[in-house]
């Protein structure tokens, strides 16, 4: 009987961003070879496997039983299977016996526990440490200087901190800066010295010639994060979430 073959998780490892007394420790991410596979991937290899099944007759089962399952959790109700245990369960913390429901504070969710088989199928793969993720340019927050908030206000004239990935700009190259795109697509940029151009950090100032409004920052930089390369190409790095400029 031939013997099965090991299965192997390859990880990337990349920053533990919380943890602050330690700035050198990691978490994993598993390297995944292909997209996420779904009900109809599922079919596919079902009917591989045996013949005799239609993929149209292992989809229907498939949609029917996620429809059951989850009717089964709006019940209230724990479902388990061969591989998870779902349980409901509803996060937050209740101030007294007597306290309501409250939508800002409590979530209604479900917790997810493998079952002893697929434990048992974890614990015989091996895992292969591939270094270090390369991490991709972006901006994963703002914050006004002349408030302290990061909800999205940028106050005119004052110092924004963008923080993020691969931020740094050549400040000698003009296609490169901070720029902030108003709402008909105008760009205004930043024309005042950086205080601060780093790859995870750059503060600059929003200029005083930008309206009032709705605008989204945009970073235009060739730095790569690989050395001393440099792209070819400008990169655009977009904040993803709205901000309003105000005097």
Known sequence: M?????SVWEVYLR??????????DCIA?????????RNKDIADIIVKERTEFRPETIMNILTMRDKVVTQLLEEGLSVMDGVVQITPRVSGVWETEGAEYDEKIHKRTVDI???ADL???????????????ETTARITSITDTATGLKDGTITIGDDIIIEGDKLKVDEKDSSQGVFFIRADGAMVKTTRRLSINKPSQ???RVPKNLPAGPVTVMIRTKYSGSGGKILKEVR????????EAKV
Do not use: F, M, W
């Open 2 to 6: 031939p013997t099965k073959k090991k």
């Open 15 to 24: 920053p533990n961003t919380l943890t602050k007394d330690n700035d050198r």
């Open 29 to 37: 991410d598993v390297y995944q070879h292909a997209e996420t596979q």
């Open 113 to 115: 526990v493998p079952t």
């Open 119 to 133: 434990r048992d199928v974890l614990d015989a793969i091996s895992v292969k440490v591939l270094g270090a993720k």
């Open 202 to 204: 750059i503060i600059a």
């Open 236 to 243: 655009e790095i977009t904040y993803n979430y709205p901000c």
